[in-house]
């Protein structure tokens, strides 16, 4: 059994920052890329970085140059530094990875969220 538990959400205000943590526990053989997705009061789930195991990232436009997506491979932990936060960030922020659980077993989890919350 594969968990996902992040961490570092609430509540700041415009231009501030966070850190958010996410734990990968569990059987695991390896992780594979991971990433960190949003989805803000009634819109669709979006992608807003991925880091590969090599350290390979990428981010969606609008958070370029305030986000950093990073990781630790031994701790199995991924970051996301998130500077000068706008309105338009809040969501609950949802972590991801692709996980191999053994040689022959590849599947991608996901963690519950934390609430990023931004205020003007």
């Known amino acids: 059994q594969v968990q996902l538990v992040e961490s570092g959400g609430g509540l700041v205000q415009t231009g501030g920052s966070l850190t958010l943590s996410c734990v990968v526990s569990?059987?695991?053989?390896?992780?594979?890329?991971m990433g960190w997705y949003r989805q803000a009061p009634g819109k669709q789930r979006e992608l807003v970085a991925t880091?590969?195991?090599?350290?390979?990232?990428n981010y969606v436009d609008s958070v370029k140059g305030r986000f950093t997506i990073s990781r630790d491979n031994a701790k199995k932990m991924v970051y996301l530094q998130m500077n000068s936060l706008k309105p338009e960030d809040t969501g609950v922020y949802y972590c991801?990875?692709?996980?191999?659980?053994?040689?022959?077993?590849?599947?991608?989890?996901w963690g519950k969220g934390t609430l990023v919350t931004v205020s003007s």
């Open positions: 991801n990875a692709d996980v191999q659980t053994s040689v022959f077993r590849r599947m991608n989890y």
């Open positions: 569990g059987t695991i053989f390896s992780v594979n890329a």
């Open positions: 880091i590969t195991s090599g350290g390979n990232t």
